[in-house]
């Protein structure tokens, strides 16, 4: 063991069945992607265009804070939790260090089964040219995405008969080291874990105008598009358990989109 002195239950790369990266090596990752082109016309004034492909995203030590967890663990950095503070005097409600380890302790950690998130994408397109330097396209655009991460509450707290939220919520933690009865300082206190469980679908057609360089170049573009998750990325829940019925549009998500640029010609700069 990396560090045989830690809490049950806080392992370290290193130690049994953990590995020595943020997350298992993922051998399976298979990522086809194939396109076609096709003009039905033989002129080259349409042109029929589809797509497919997977693409997976990696995970990186140290970017975002759960991702953080093997350069920022205990005992190397440590984030106590005090439940009931005294504004007065707050560390006074602290418990003294076990083995160099703070009790109770706030932890970010990662799903010991998380895998890597991967997006889904596909188009199909119409493009038809017409007169000398015009050219317009419509197109339906579509991702889904899977498995994507999710930063939620890894111990959570539990609620009996009789509780109420002033109750030390440390003590009803699924995984506390503590009993609710006993005046032992409990072990864990609140989790951050990543966890694979979010989804995500988009859909758009888009239209653009395009028209060639001629006395200056000129692009009219529009969008109109659903974007859908299954609860957002890095958004923290009280239930840490995935509810499938959570869907929703994304926060600062646009229907419409337009855009409009061009480019002037000037005959004086050669």
Avoid at 196 to 210: E, I, R
């Amino acid at each position: 063991m990396v560090f045989p002195t830690a809490p049950a239950g806080l392992l370290y790369p290193g130690d049994p069945g953990v590995p020595p990266g943020l997350i298992q090596t993922e051998k399976t990752a298979f990522a086809p992607r194939i396109g076609i082109a096709w003009d039905p016309t033989g002129r080259g004034t349409w042109k029929v265009t589809s797509s497919y492909g997977i693409f997976y995203d990696p995970y990186y030590t140290g970017q975002g804070g759960p991702l953080q967890a093997p350069i920022s663990a205990p005992p190397f950095l440590q984030t106590a939790q005090i439940s009931v503070p005294n504004f007065e005097n707050p560390h006074a409600a602290l418990a003294p260090p076990v083995n160099g380890f703070t009790q109770p302790m706030t932890l970010l950690t990662l799903d010991k089964d998380l895998k890597l998130p991967y997006a889904q994408d596909w188009n199909l397109n119409i493009q038809r040219a017409f007169g000398a330097d015009w050219l317009f396209e419509v197109g339906y655009i579509g991702t889904k995405g899977t498995r994507l991460p999710r930063f939620v509450e890894g111990n959570p707290t539990t609620l009996l008969p009789g509780d109420t939220p002033q109750d030390d919520a440390d003590r009803r933690r699924l995984y506390s080291g503590c009993t609710r009865t006993d005046t032992n300082p409990c072990t864990f206190s609140s989790v951050g874990l990543i966890a694979g469980n979010t989804d995500s679908s988009y859909h758009a057609l888009q239209t653009s105008l395009k028209k060639r360089f001629s006395h200056g170049l000129f692009f009219f573009n529009h969008s109109f598009s659903l974007k859908l998750p299954i609860f957002p990325m890095f958004v923290s829940q009280v239930c840490p358990f995935r509810d499938a019925s959570g869907r929703f549009p994304f926060l600062f998500f646009s229907m419409h989109q337009i855009h409009t640029w061009g480019y002037p010609y000037l005959p004086f700069i050669n």
